[in-house]
């Protein structure tokens, strides 16, 4: 089973920007779909954004137009770029990979976005 390690995260300023990326243990190539979830203190695990094996993507309506999901095959990675943080950006991201015959998660990266 492919394992998965997040990175890039940290504290930011409101209207800065981080890239996160997951970098898995094998390929992940068979991965049907690739997404980054977040969770807030006292919230729930939100999905974030999707991205599947042929590279369409989807994202929440919260940071539409603000984050880009991307993976890279090549390099058994996935990223995403997030411009225009927000204060409520604020939460643990997690990435997530869904294979055929299991899912897996990362541990998480903190995100803090404060002045």
């Known amino acids: 089973q492919v394992q998965l390690v997040e990175s890039g995260g940290g504290l930011v300023q409101p209207g800065g920007s981080l890239r996160l990326s997951c970098a898995a243990s094998?390929?992940?190539?068979?991965?049907?779909?690739m997404r980054w979830y977040r969770q807030a203190p006292g919230k729930q695990r939100e999905l974030v954004a999707t991205?599947?094996?042929?590279?369409?993507?989807n994202y929440a309506d919260s940071v539409k137009g603000r984050f880009t999901i991307s993976r890279d095959n090549a390099v058994n990675s996935l990223y995403l770029q997030m411009n225009g943080l927000k204060p409520e950006d604020t939460a643990v991201y997690y990435c997530n990979g869904e294979d055929p015959h299991y899912v897996t998660w990362g541990q998480g990266t903190q995100v803090t976005v404060s002045s």
């Open positions: 094998g390929s992940i190539f068979s991965f049907v779909a």
């Open positions: 991205i599947t094996r042929g590279s369409a993507s």
